[in-house]
């Protein structure tokens, strides 16, 4: 069964520190997978997108990678800020253009 | 950088009216929209699939008489919610696809069924 499933559902963090997201999937056959940030009351938007052969891609502050066998994905926002705060979303998409979202991770980043 | 809207943002409603909800692709041609639920805490649910000039392929337990979907044309789909209850109260999200692998995201409209 094709499935996403993200750790933790929620987090606590203080400002300026690091914080990493999990993701674990049993999508197949794999063609790439994103993470999306979803402020409260909006769509989310992308922050990267990562294929088979690509281990790491950084985004500013976040830096994601991927172990294409052990299927497992993490998301490590470095230096948090306040408008970090927001659900974290790992979306995999299948050889036939399915989408399979993860459930999120909803971070708080406190002052 | 690639860019889709919806109109309204909010709404509200008396149970047992239709309401209309638009999505524009602003900058670019999208041959496929999506239609997506949300309800809170939970993530996004494909409800439909809709390609310009054609009917919209619904997921399963996805009431095709009661989301109704246009998409018109290449930059513009509408999701009409008929007869609205209050269990249709939910965050709806669409998105538009230019390139097979690429979707972007609308802000989301939150419809609320009094």
């Known amino acids: 069964k094709n499935q996403v499933e993200q750790s933790p559902q929620s987090l606590i963090i203080l400002e300026g520190k690091n914080c990493t997201l999990q993701c674990n999937y049993t999508v197949s056959p794999f063609s790439n997978l994103r993470w999306y940030k979803q402020d409260t009351g909006r769509g989310p938007v992308s922050l990267t997108i990562m294929t088979f052969s690509e281990n790491t891609k950084s985004n500013g502050r976040y830096t994601a990678t991927l172990d294409a066998d052990t299927k497992q994905s993490s998301l490590h926002i470095t230096a948090s800020q306040l408008s970090d705060s927001a659900s974290y979303i790992c979306v995999v998409r299948t050889g036939a253009n399915n989408l399979f979202f993860g459930t999120g991770t909803r971070l708080t980043v406190i002052p | 950088g690639a860019v889709v809207s919806q109109h309204p943002s909010w709404v509200i409603c008396k149970s047992g009216t239709s309401v209309k909800i638009e999505c524009r692709s602003l900058?670019?041609?999208?041959?496929?929209m999506f239609w997506y639920r949300q309800f809170p805490k939970q993530s996004l649910m494909l409800m439909a699939t809709?390609?310009?000039?054609?009917?919209?392929?619904?997921e399963q337990g996805v009431e095709k008489d009661k989301f109704l979907i246009n998409h018109a044309s290449l930059t513009l789909s509408t999701l009409t919610v008929t007869s609205a209850h209050p269990e249709d109260s939910s965050f709806y999200i669409c998105?538009?696809?230019?390139?097979?692998?690429?979707?972007?995201f609308g802000p989301g409209t939150r419809l609320t069924v009094l």
């Open positions: 809709s390609n310009e000039g054609s009917k919209a392929t619904y």
């Open positions: 900058d670019f041609q999208a041959t496929t």
């Open positions: 998105s538009a696809s230019p390139l097979v692998d690429t979707q972007y």
